[in-house]
Structure formats: structure tokens, C-alpha cells
């Protein structure tokens, strides 16, 4: 009879072929390298969001609803950044780091569209995260002919990093960071540094929009207004 190879040392097997060679591509980085990277990144900008917080600084980007709608003097306001694991082989690697972010201005925005025109705005506005409160308005006759709606001077934004292990990519998300917008842009892992970090956050500000160059866009962003 043919030696039978135990169930603990074939799981060591694979473990260790797992560990050693865990990509299709010889050239995507082993996962703790990957998982390295992450780690470091978050502790970045959680120290980054931190500061923001404490500071509430002006953000220097036009958040244009249209129609000659914007929000006016924006300021960072209150932000959070959290994380996500998942395990390979039994290790725990980071796989997400989502960053969520108020940002206020000095007042509410009242829009008044026809009646016929409402649901498609009111979309806009659940496109964009936005919270906001419709109001019909009646002739004299009681037909509504037109809809008064207000936006509080809040703008929920977010960024979110979506690692894929299997072929070194982060995904980098921007939700209403430089415009009331949806955007991803793809980067290899081993580029999420320092350098990169601090473009991102210059985004946030309206300082620079340097991080928009710096990888290419995944998909087609779907513009608001």
C-alpha cells in the first residue's frame, strides 16, 4: 500500500506554497507584503483624519449642484477612518480601508424645479448622498405646478481602499471628494506610499489635484449636474 500523506502535512503543503507563491503573475507582491503596505497606509491616514478633525479647515472645490446652485465656503467638518480584514492561508490581511467625512457650508440650498422636473432631481440628489426635503407647491387652483426642495449644508463624502490579493491592485473610490462625483482610480500596491497619501489628502483640501494623475481611472464616472 502507498504511503498515505497525512491531512496536517498536506494543509502544511499548501500553506507554504500558498505563502511562498500566492498569484498567478510572478510579479504581484506576496500578500504580507501587500498587507504591509495597507497597515501602514491606515495608520497614516488615520493620523491625517485625526488632524483634519481638530483643524475643520476650508476646502477650497465648487460643489455645484447646477443651475447656478453651490455650496457655499466649504469646511471640513468631522471624519472617521476605519478598516477591514479578511484571511489567506489563516493569516489576516488587510483588504479594505474606508475613510467616511462631513463637509459643511455656510448654508442650505433651496431648489425649485417644475413639478414634472422633481423625481429627476430629487435622483441627483440620492446620487450624491445628499439629505434633503421636497415640498409641493399648489396654485390657486390646487395643482401643483412646481416643487420647492432644501439641502441642508451638509455634504457626506467618503474614500474607500479595496485591496485584491490575487492580482496587487488597489482600488482607490472617491465619493463627492472635489466635485459631487463618483470616481476609482486602480494602483498597484506597492504604490500606496507616503507621497501618494499626502496628494490624497491635498485633493481633500482643494490644494492640488495631482492624486487625479497619478493612476488610471476604472470605469466611467458618472457625473451629478
Given at each position: 500500500?502507498?504511503n498515505?500523506?497525512s491531512?496536517l502535512?498536506?494543509?502544511?503543503?499548501?500553506?507554504?506554497?500558498?505563502?511562498?507563491?500566492?498569484?498567478?503573475?510572478a510579479?504581484?507582491?506576496?500578500?504580507?507584503?501587500?498587507?504591509?503596505?495597507?497597515?501602514?497606509?491606515?495608520?497614516?491616514?488615520?493620523?491625517a483624519?485625526?488632524?483634519?478633525?481638530?483643524?475643520?479647515?476650508?476646502?477650497?472645490?465648487?460643489?455645484?449642484l447646477g443651475?447656478?446652485?453651490?455650496?457655499?465656503?466649504?469646511?471640513?467638518?468631522?471624519?472617521f477612518?476605519?478598516q477591514h480584514?479578511?484571511?489567506?492561508?489563516g493569516?489576516?490581511?488587510?483588504?479594505?480601508?474606508?475613510?467616511?467625512y462631513?463637509?459643511?457650508?455656510?448654508?442650505?440650498?433651496?431648489?425649485?424645479v417644475?413639478?414634472?422636473?422633481?423625481?429627476?432631481?430629487?435622483?441627483v440628489l440620492?446620487?450624491?448622498?445628499l439629505?434633503?426635503?421636497?415640498?409641493?407647491?399648489?396654485d390657486?387652483?390646487?395643482v401643483?405646478?412646481?416643487?420647492?426642495?432644501?439641502?441642508?449644508?451638509?455634504?457626506?463624502?467618503?474614500?474607500?481602499?479595496?485591496?485584491?490579493?490575487?492580482?496587487?491592485?488597489?482600488?482607490?473610490?472617491?465619493?463627492?471628494?472635489?466635485?459631487?462625483?463618483?470616481?476609482?482610480?486602480?494602483?498597484?500596491?506597492?504604490?500606496i506610499?507616503?507621497?501618494?497619501?499626502?496628494?490624497?489628502?491635498?485633493l481633500?483640501?482643494?490644494?492640488?489635484?495631482?492624486?487625479?494623475?497619478?493612476?488610471p481611472?476604472?470605469?466611467?464616472?458618472?457625473?451629478?449636474?
Amino acid at each position: 500500500m502507498a504511503n498515505q500523506v497525512s491531512l496536517l502535512d498536506e494543509l502544511r503543503t499548501q500553506y507554504e506554497a500558498a505563502r511562498e507563491s500566492p498569484h498567478e503573475h510572478a510579479d504581484v507582491p506576496g500578500f504580507q507584503e501587500i498587507d504591509k503596505q495597507l497597515r501602514k497606509a491606515y495608520r497614516w491616514l488615520e493620523k491625517a483624519f485625526a488632524y483634519l478633525d481638530g483643524l475643520k479647515p476650508p476646502i477650497d472645490h465648487r460643489f455645484d449642484l447646477g443651475h447656478g446652485l453651490v455650496f457655499a465656503a466649504p469646511r471640513f467638518e468631522q471624519g472617521f477612518v476605519g478598516q477591514h480584514e479578511q484571511r489567506i492561508v489563516g493569516y489576516p490581511v488587510l483588504d479594505e480601508i474606508n475613510i467616511s467625512y462631513s463637509i459643511v457650508a455656510t448654508s442650505p440650498l433651496t431648489i425649485e424645479v417644475a413639478s414634472g422636473s422633481a423625481a429627476a432631481a430629487e435622483k441627483v440628489l440620492d446620487d450624491a448622498g445628499l439629505q434633503y426635503t421636497a415640498h409641493r407647491v399648489e396654485d390657486q387652483g390646487g395643482v401643483v405646478r412646481k416643487c420647492a426642495i432644501v439641502v441642508p449644508p451638509t455634504i457626506p463624502a467618503a474614500i474607500s481602499f479595496r485591496a485584491d490579493y490575487r492580482t496587487g491592485l488597489v482600488q482607490i473610490s472617491l465619493l463627492n471628494v472635489d466635485r459631487l462625483d463618483r470616481v476609482s482610480l486602480a494602483f498597484p500596491s506597492a504604490a500606496i506610499d507616503e507621497p501618494v497619501l499626502e496628494d490624497l489628502v491635498r485633493l481633500v483640501l482643494g490644494r492640488s489635484a495631482a492624486f487625479l494623475r497619478r493612476a488610471p481611472l476604472v470605469g466611467v464616472p458618472g457625473q451629478i449636474g
